[in-house]
């Protein structure tokens, strides 16, 4: 019942129903055999703003190269097809929003906090070896953005729910329930399959707070689900959560982390974070 509401929300939202194409195109290039790096260059270099930041992220020190990368195919035969294929996602969904009307919400710092999750989710999964870091970057990135699809919503509901997450000293995901009958994470699932992307990034966002729920990616779940609680403690940003949500235990244990992790998680969070935000959000 809840995911026919999300969906049908999100329906009923005709500026929500379609992701610009960009990715999409990405997409097919990518899994056709004949493709060059030139050829999916194109594609980004149709886009002046798209194609300064792809450079900009090739160039942080995410990847710390010895040399400057100055072409998009370059940057794609280092990085990789899937992998920057994703970092368009991911530039593409913030653009996305930040045209949308949502005058109650500080985008900066929700994005801020979008931002901070995905490095901590990114270090999550390079502490794990995990063969593509970037898929866990870019649904750390996405995993609040049914919040933002909430933030749609008329003046008054949104002062109820704010009101009663202040009156009960209640995490907001929770008041959500209470409210409306679903919350932002399976809302921003919802999103994702409605925009086709990759069964992946559904589970992640859907199950971000519940992480026993999922199915087929319950890793990347996890992952998120933990780099979320991680970033609401360093407090760089907010998408709106006054409370630091808890780590689900089964979850922490299925990361099978060393027990230094932390330390480590948070020390390399504070090293790219503020070249990430000024990638995503400069």
């Not at 004949?34 to 260059?41: C, G, L, P, Q, R």
Request: with cysteine.
């Amino acid at each position: 019942m809840t995911a026919q509401v999300t969906r049908d929300l999100i329906k009923n939202n005709l500026r929500l129903t379609n992701l610009p194409d960009t990715y999409h195109r990405m997409e097919e290039t990518v899994y056709d055999p004949a493709t060059s790096f030139d050829a999916m260059a194109h594609i980004i270099e149709q886009d002046a703003a798209l194609t300064v930041q792809m450079l900009k992220v090739a160039n942080s020190s995410l990847y710390d190269f010895p040399y400057k990368i100055q072409s998009v195919s370059r940057a794609i035969s280092i990085i990789g097809t899937e992998q920057l294929r994703d970092l368009v996602l991911a530039a593409t969904v913030i653009r996305f929003f930040n045209h949308a009307p949502l005058d109650g919400v500080n985008m900066d710092s929700f994005w801020r906090h979008s931002v901070a999750c995905a490095i901590v989710c990114r270090a999550i999964a390079t502490i794990r070896r995990e063969p593509n870091v970037e898929r866990f970057y870019v649904a750390g990135l996405l995993h609040d953005v049914g919040r933002l699809v909430i933030f749609m919503q008329p003046e008054d509901r949104i002062t109820q729910l704010l009101k009663r997450r202040d009156e009960h000293t209640e995490l907001l995901y929770k008041v959500e329930h209470q409210v409306l009958g679903f919350d932002h994470a399976g809302l921003g699932g919802s999103l994702m399959a409605a925009w086709q992307l990759p069964p992946v990034f559904e589970e992640a966002v859907r199950c971000h707070h519940a992480p026993d729920q999922a199915v087929s990616y319950p890793i990347e779940a996890a992952v998120v689900h933990v780099a979320d609680s991680i970033a609401n403690a360093l407090r760089f940003g907010t998408s709106g959560e006054r409370y630091v949500p808890p780590i689900d235990s089964t979850a922490w244990g299925r990361l099978a982390l060393p027990e230094s992790s932390l330390e480590q998680i948070i020390r390399y969070t504070e090293q790219h974070y503020r070249q990430a935000v000024e990638v995503f959000l400069g």
